[in-house]
């Protein structure tokens, strides 16, 4: 949640995912993007995607056991 943002208000805009494309120009993300960006260590993720009217489960790792590295704002 961006400094002085109302939970209220941040909750309109909750989002996990942002495209790397339009990170600079999206206010949601302009400021993070310049000064608060990070890698997160992951052991494993899961994905729901649609697939017509049935969502299906990934299950997404790597085989080496190695962490999953992500950027994270």
């Known amino acids: 949640?961006?400094?002085?943002m109302a939970l209220a208000e941040a909750r309109k805009y909750a989002t996990l995912n942002a495209?790397?494309?339009?990170?600079?120009?999206e206010?949601?993300?302009?400021?993070?993007f310049q000064a608060q960006r990070?890698?997160?260590?992951?052991?494993?993720?899961?994905?729901?995607?649609?697939?017509g009217r049935q969502r299906g489960r990934v299950h997404i790792f790597r085989r080496d056991d190695k962490p999953l590295l992500v950027a994270g704002l």
Do not use: D
């Open 38 to 51: 990070c890698v997160i260590s992951l052991a494993a993720v899961w994905e729901w995607p649609a697939s």
């Open 19 to 25: 495209r790397v494309e339009t990170l600079e120009n």
């Open 1 to 4: 949640m961006p400094p002085g």
């Open 27 to 32: 206010p949601l993300f302009a400021n993070a």
